[in-house]
T-cell receptor, first 112, second 113 residues
């Protein structure tokens, strides 16, 4: 069965710390991968996506993610977090069938 | 314009009421979606319309009834809801050849009393 898992449920960091959020997927065949962010009281926004090509994907707000096919992973990274990065982060996967499977989400809290 | 709009922002209804949620996009997207999101949980897919036809129904109870009057508009009609249906209802849309990239609206916060 298709699935997406995020092992970090709650991450607490100080400003300027580096961030890595894990995402693993289980899909047969072609997979498209996404990271969405939901800031407090705001709607889901696309951070970045991977369809094919360069496995290192750059997104908005200094985020990047690396697709590692052999590990079925698509981890999100940011070298130096800010207080404004406090949000819920969702990894998602799709296979061109209009169905996105979301991970359970990671709550990130950044303290000044 | 890269916006998906939803109205109302908040809705409180009794279990015997009939109400509707509205979603609009003017980006020429071919698919529109309804999701339900409970607090601190990921969105759960409810319905997908592709080119104005219902393509996915994730076994949603019949008290939720979707409607797609045209390519820009998506409604969700609500009737005889239960308190456990209280949630944030999200609309999304995706472009042709978008590779499943979905763009989300701000949601309607629904409370069922």
């Amino acid at each position: 069965a298709q699935s997406v898992s995020q092992h970090n449920h709650h991450v607490i960091l100080s400003e300027a710390a580096s961030l890595e959020l894990g995402c693993n997927y289980s899909y047969g065949g072609t997979v498209n991968l996404f990271w969405y962010v939901q800031y407090p009281g705001q709607h889901l926004q696309l951070l970045l996506k991977y369809f094919s090509g360069d496995p290192l994907v750059k997104g908005i707000k200094g985020f990047e993610a690396e697709f590692i096919k052999s590990k079925f992973s698509f981890n999100l990274r940011k070298p130096s977090v800010q207080w404004s990065d406090t949000a819920e982060y969702f990894c998602a996967a799709g296979d061109n069938t209009d169905k996105l499977i979301f991970g359970t989400g990671t709550r990130l809290q950044v303290f000044p | 314009d890269t916006e998906v709009t939803q109205t109302p922002k908040h809705l409180v209804m009794g279990m015997t009421n009939k109400k509707s949620l509205k979603c609009e996009q003017h980006m020429g997207h071919r698919a529109m979606y309804w999701y339900k999101q409970k607090a601190k949980k990921p969105p759960e897919l409810m319905f997908v319309y592709s080119y104005e036809k219902l393509s996915i129904n994730e076994s949603v109870p019949s008290r939720f009834s979707p409607e797609c009057p045209n390519s820009s508009l998506l409604n969700l009609h609500l009737h005889a809801l239960q308190p456990e249906d209280s949630a944030l209802y999200l609309c999304a849309s995706s472009p042709p050849l978008g590779g499943d990239t979905q763009y989300f609206g701000p949601g309607t916060r629904l409370t069922v009393l």
